[in-house]
């Protein structure tokens, strides 16, 4: 006798990265920031948690999108909160994709995207990037025309790589939704999401936003959409009635309301990308510029895999990634690092001298 579904049996999940649960680990794995939130989150969290967690929170988060609205000016139903920036993933593959429908992304990129796709019984393909991280144009235009969903992270994951709004716009799917997934947005040199959103095709687009990474607060689970309200209001129709609990709205929006924090932590951590780049190329590998909060890095002459368990032998943990079924069907495997404390980096980039 089956118990599960069909698609749910044939399903890989989704690996996430490491989490060891004891300290004395340097941990550059899951792309976290170093560095703690904002003071004014704890308040704020301290606030509702002594007086408010005997009542359900309110189920729209209106006073978040008031904040989130006036940050991106625009108007506070173009905002969906969520219970972290993969909710939304989900929401949306739930609200405009059917089972046996086309769902699309870049590849190397995200791969819960494949796996969401799977759990909803869509159709699932992947548009293979050119070895330069850069779009097969205007192949995968053809690719696209029957897709419902196109998932496109920008920065990317694991490369890094910020793709211009020209090149966004001209890969919104003709007869579906494109999804622009901004959790790295905050660290890179621009975002184009607005634009885009107010352009001729922002009808047919939705913007996701992550408070993993910039703002400190992957414990958090806390994410949202930006979108026209006509699409807002159909995902709305799908969510939890309270996907969002109170502690994390508070304390997100008090995250919007401290910008110099998380701005000051942004440039930290630009700096560090910028010495960390430099130091592995001094060591013989390959860095692909960042856009993102991590590099991704290859090493000609070494083993990948091997790299990773030797620093993991020393507490030090990076995310060995491999993807296999490129261009040319070949496979391409390298480490993905996180921007760390510049401590951590030094730590690393010690063990890398006499490993390399």
Not at 321 to 328: L, N, R
Not at 338 to 345: K, L, P
């Amino acid at each position: 006798m089956r118990l599960f579904r069909p698609d749910v049996d044939r399903l890989t999940a989704y690996t996430p990265g490491e989490q060891p649960q004891e300290s004395g680990w340097v941990k550059l794995n899951t792309n976290e920031n170093p560095y703690p939130p904002s003071p004014r989150v704890l308040e704020a969290i301290e606030r509702v948690a002594s007086s408010r967690l005997h009542v359900y929170p309110d189920p729209v988060g209106t006073s978040f999108r008031k904040a989130a609205a006036e940050l991106l000016n625009v108007e506070p139903d173009w905002i969906l909160p969520a219970n972290g920036s993969d909710e939304n993933l989900t929401l949306l593959l739930r609200t405009f994709a059917d089972p046996g429908e086309l769902v699309c992304a870049p590849y190397p990129s995200y791969i819960l995207y494949e796996t969401l796709a799977a759990i909803q019984g869509a159709a699932f393909s992947r548009i293979l990037l050119n070895p330069d991280w850069s779009w097969p144009l205007p192949a995968c235009r053809e690719q696209i025309e029957n897709c419902k969903l196109l998932f496109i992270p920008n920065p990317n994951s694991p490369s890094g790589t910020f793709w211009d709004q020209e090149t966004v716009t001209g890969l919104v799917p003709p007869r579906g939704v494109l999804v622009l997934d901004e959790a790295y947005g905050d660290f890179a040199d621009r975002s184009d999401a607005i634009k885009i959103l107010s352009s001729d095709v922002g009808g047919r687009v939705v913007v996701t936003r992550s408070f993993s990474k910039s703002y400190s607060l992957a414990g958090l689970r806390f994410g949202y959409a930006v979108a026209h309200p006509d699409l807002i209001r159909g995902m709305r129709k799908v969510k939890d009635s309270y996907n969002c609990d109170a502690l994390s709205l508070a304390g997100a929006e008090a995250a919007l309301h401290d910008q110099d924090w998380m701005l000051a932590n942004r440039e930290k951590i630009i700096a560090t990308r910028g010495r960390l780049a430099t130091a592995l190329e001094d060591l013989g590998f390959d860095v692909t510029p960042s856009q993102a909060n991590f590099v991704w890095t290859t090493h000609a002459e070494r083993d990948h895999k091997q790299l990773y368990e030797q620093l993991k032998a020393g507490r030090i943990l990076v995310r060995y990634m491999q993807f296999p079924d490129c261009i040319g069907e070949t496979t391409i495997d390298g480490l993905r690092i996180s921007i760390g404390r510049n401590e951590e980096i030094d730590q690393l980039l010690t063990a890398l001298n006499t490993l390399v």
